[in-house]
């Protein structure tokens, strides 16, 4: 089994941390390995330092109590783009139809101050990229991968001892647990009841 996941688990932290310190009301990350294989047309379908940022506007916004999107969180309003712009994201004049002003992209001034930052990052999905190509001329991925979808397949309830659950893509949760806070215990997805169990 590969430990790339846990590795690039802890260079999202550590490039979380490295925006917290320009930004210290971002909340801390519960989950970097949430983001790994998870895809939003509307947030970017690829892991990079600029999706993160785009990702951190979002955690400003709920640590403001500020509603940043709409449409079932597709369309980013301006309070996005205002705090986009904040965190060093340039955007285009008009939004898009659908998604608002999600489109953003790294400011020059962005680039620099994160240089080494994006370039560990970096280092880490080329590594986690070379792990997992073998894999997946090995394992099925269903449907997402049948109908060229990146949206990183089908999300299903997961549980943990105290009975909380969360909704959770299943080979996200195969990369590295997702513990929960409540008991401290790992989410798992419950087995299926056995076909005609009820019948017998």
């Given amino acids: 089994m590969s430990t790339t996941p846990p590795v690039l688990a802890?260079?999202?932290?550590?490039?979380?941390?490295?925006?917290?310190r320009h930004h210290p009301e971002l909340p801390d990350l519960a989950a970097p390995e949430s983001l790994i294989g998870e895809?939003?047309?509307?947030?970017g379908h690829e892991l990079s330092f600029e999706r993160l940022l785009h990702e951190a506007v979002h955690?400003?916004?709920?640590?403001?109590?500020?509603?940043?999107?709409?449409?079932?969180?597709?369309?980013?309003?301006?309070?996005?783009?205002?705090?986009?712009?904040?965190?060093?994201l340039d955007h285009p004049e008009e939004p898009h139809p659908s998604s608002g002003f999600s489109l953003v992209t790294l400011s020059p001034e962005a680039k620099r101050r994160y240089r080494p930052t994006m370039e560990r990052l970096q280092r880490a999905l080329k590594a986690h990229s070379a792990a997992t190509a073998d894999d997946t001329a090995r394992t099925f991925r269903g449907p997402a991968a049948r109908h060229g979808s990146s949206g990183g397949g089908v999300?299903?309830?997961a549980v943990c001892d105290c009975g909380r659950?969360?909704?959770?893509?299943?080979s996200v949760l195969a990369q590295a647990p997702i513990v929960c806070g409540g008991c401290g215990k790992p989410f798992r997805i419950p087995e299926p009841e056995p076909v005609g169990a009820a019948a017998g």
């Fill in 39 to 43: 895809s939003s047309s509307a947030c």
């Fill in 155 to 157: 999300r299903v309830k």
């Fill in 59 to 88: 955690g400003i916004a709920a640590a403001r109590g500020v509603r940043d999107t709409s449409r079932a969180g597709r369309y980013h309003n301006r309070r996005f783009l205002a705090i986009a712009e904040e965190l060093g």
């Fill in 165 to 170: 659950n969360v909704r959770v893509v299943p």
């Fill in 10 to 20: 802890a260079e999202l932290a550590q490039a979380w941390a490295d925006i917290q």
